[in-house]
Nanobody, 123 residues
Framework: QVQLVESGGGLVQAGGSLRLSCAAS????????MGWYRQAPGKQGELVAA???????NYADSAKGRFTISRDNAKNTVYLQMNSLKPEDTAVYYC?????????????????WGQGTQVTVSS
């Protein structure tokens, strides 16, 4: 299977920036879709940003103009650049990848989640 390791979370003041990374544990042949989700205490989880295999991006209204999702195929890594952070952005952020990889000579599908990384924005 493909494991995803997230990094880049932390504590930042309002107005600051963070870049989250989501690295796959093995080489990925293709990605059908990737996204970043977040879960705040007492709130329903939400999709923050997503990008399709064709490069089409989709952002939550709360993230538009402030967050950017991108990927580095050579590094098998997905990023979420977050600027102008607000206290309401405080949450655990999770990445999700859906694609294919080779296990030996067999091409296999996968759908994996990262372990989550805490983002805390102070006012």
């Amino acid at each position: 299977q493909v494991q995803l390791v997230e990094s880049g979370g932390g504590l930042v003041q309002a107005g600051g920036s963070l870049r989250l990374s989501c690295a796959a544990s093995r080489s990925i042949i293709s990605i059908n879709a990737m996204g970043w989700y977040r879960q705040a205490p007492g709130k329903q989880g939400e999709l923050v940003a997503a990008i399709s295999s064709g490069g089409h991006t989709n952002y939550a209204d709360s993230a538009k103009g402030r967050f950017t999702i991108s990927r580095d195929n050579a590094k098998n890594t997905v990023y979420l650049q977050m600027n102008s952070l607000k206290p309401e952005d405080t949450a655990v952020y999770y990445c999700n990848l859906d694609g294919t990889y080779y296990s030996g000579s067999v091409l296999r599908p996968f759908a994996s989640w990262g372990q989550g990384t805490q983002v805390t924005v102070s006012s």
